[in-house]
């Protein structure tokens, strides 16, 4: 069964602490994975797409990696600003279309 | 430009009633997706439309619910004789094409069901 599994559920960073989100998943074929940052009250903002073993993206503060079997997310030097749920979801072939799979997100708090 | 709209934002209804949930979504986007987020939990996976055709209808929860798509633009779910359990934060998305693209979100409708 297809299946993404996202660790930790929480973290709680100091300002300028930087660390990594885990994404792992478990699919028969993967078609993209994506990152995702939802805000409070808000629907989830896209970030982020990879579609290979090795891809690289970076934006301000933030770079996704993904291996054959995981994706990381890399907050570097986070600002308070960064807190948020990030998700991460795979998109994998399903009876001639795609179905997107979401985990449930890890939550970051950021503090001053 | 225009990012996905939803309407109404909130919605308060009793437990019995129908309730009808808009989707408008970014222009020239051919796939359209309905998501249930309850609190503090990941997106459930509704239903997906194609152009106006549901190709997987797989996550809708009962028949109790439906949805539209007409003009490959605007959606409707409908959830007939709401109960509590339906209380969340429904949301939709809408991508370019489907295969690799990215969802783009909007903002979601608040359901609660007294």
């Known amino acids: 069964e297809d299946q993404v599994t996202q660790s930790p559920e929480a973290l709680r960073l100091q300002e300028g602490e930087s660390s990594s989100l885990n994404c792992s998943y478990t699919v028969s074929g993967l078609r993209g994975l994506f990152w995702y940052r939802q805000d409070p009250g808000k629907g989830p903002e896209f970030l982020f797409t990879l579609y290979s073993a090795g891809e690289e993206k970076e934006k301000e503060r933030l770079k996704a990696t993904l291996t054959k079997k995981e994706s990381f997310l890399h907050i570097t030097a986070p600002k308070p600003e960064d807190s948020a749920t990030y998700l991460c979801a795979v998109q994998v072939p399903t009876s001639g279309t795609y179905k997107y799979i979401f985990g449930t997100g890890t939550r970051l708090k950021v503090l001053a | 430009g225009a990012g996905v709209s939803q309407s109404p934002s909130n919605k308060v209804t009793e437990k019995g009633k129908d309730v009808e949930l808009r989707c408008d979504p970014i222009s020239g986007h051919t796939a359209l997706y309905w998501y249930r987020q309850s609190l503090g939990q990941g997106l459930e996976f509704l239903i997906y439309f194609q152009g106006n055709s549901a190709p997987d209808k797989s996550g809708l929860p009962s028949d109790r619910f439906s949805a539209e798509r007409t003009g490959g633009s605007v959606s409707t779910l409908t959830i007939q004789r709401t109960q509590q359990e339906d209380s969340a934060v429904y949301l939709c998305?809408?991508?370019?094409?489907?295969?690799?693209?990215?969802?783009?979100f909007g903002p979601g409708t608040r359901l609660t069901v007294t």
């Open positions: 998305a809408s991508s370019l094409m489907t295969g690799g693209y990215e969802q783009y």
